[in-house]
């Protein structure tokens, strides 16, 4: 009998050791996860350029400082040198933010290495431009990307994504109509979420959110100068259909509720944008005072 009982618990154990449990998903998935769920209650915070106040803009520690912080989403740009290489920049020169001079397109990754970043104080410092490549092992599982301006070389980007594993996590934006994203990039959308910019400053636009809307876009990013009529008219449209995002950088893009005024009054401001015309992700040039409000109202 004993060795009856022996014999299974030895089946047993070598049955659990055969089996694996289910992986847990990844903190860059559960965002995804929030993003794509058109009834998400928590507000997603996108941080413009990564952490640029604590850190040269577009660079690994300014993203690093981003993703430790709590961020959703990284918003970083993306340029093209002449050798086909992709790196992460804004501006098409070097002149702003690097110790170097010229334009990107016309120099090669090796010559751009050579150049260390700036500041925000304009000083240099110790870090190199990074590569898209870089940045993507960085981000790697933990966090979702916004790449801006990569439409531009998207045949250049996708090979990328998909030998650092990072498809999943990369958000692409854009104006261009809605049956001409599908026609360009349609054999990506199952990974890559492209996300539609609308003015709306005129009738015309809530045209052209029915337009993408057939596209099932997960969110759109709405851009107003002052009169929210339209945004409000949007808002009802998209409800429980797609999410939507704002842009609190400065005043025009989001109808005077930028982040200086935010931090007077976030309520009014923040609170608003929430509350009033229904936004679920917040792009901010100061993402820590804006997860600690967030926290503060329970909405992370």
């Known amino acids: 009998m004993k060795r009856h009982v022996l014999f299974l618990m030895c089946i047993g154990i ?59 989403i990284v918003e970083l740009d993306l340029q093209c040198t002449a050798d086909s290489q992709l790196i992460i920049m804004h501006d098409s020169k070097l002149n702003r933010t690097t110790t170097g001079k010229g334009v990107i397109a016309e120099l090669t990754l090796d010559s751009i290495r050579t150049f260390r970043l700036k500041n925000g104080v304009n000083i240099r410092t110790r870090h190199e431009i990074p590569t898209l490549r870089e940045v993507l092992l960085l981000c790697k599982g933990r966090v979702l990307i916004n790449l801006d301006k990569a439409d531009r070389y998207f045949d250049l980007v996708m090979p990328v994504l998909e030998e650092t594993g990072t498809t999943r996590q990369i958000i692409m934006k854009g104006r261009k109509p809605a049956d001409e994203v599908r026609e360009l990039y349609g054999q990506y959308l199952d990974e890559v979420i492209y996300m539609p910019i609308v003015d709306m400053n005129d009738s015309a636009s ?17 851009c107003w100068r002052n009169d929210d009529r339209y945004v409000r008219e949007a808002s009802a449209l998209t409800a429980g259909k797609a999410l939507l995002w704002v842009n609190c950088l400065w005043d025009t ?48």
């Open 253 to 300: 893009l989001c109808g005077g509720h930028e982040d200086d005024q935010a931090m007077l009054d976030p309520d009014a401001h923040y609170g608003y944008l929430i509350d009033s015309l229904g936004m679920n992700i917040i792009q901010t040039d100061r993402p820590e005072y804006l997860i600690r409000y967030l926290q503060s109202r329970h909405l992370r």
């Open 14 to 72: 070598a049955l659990l050791s055969c089996t694996s449990p289910s992986p847990e998903l990844s903190r860059a998935e559960q965002i995804r996860a929030d993003l794509l769920n058109p009834d998400c209650r928590r507000v997603l915070v996108a941080s413009h350029r990564a952490d640029w106040r604590g850190w040269p803009e577009n660079s690994l520690p300014a993203v690093e400082s981003a993703i430790r912080m709590g961020v959703d």
């Open 206 to 222: 809530v045209g052209r959110i029915n337009a993408h809307l057939a596209g099932r876009p997960c969110a759109f990013e709405l």
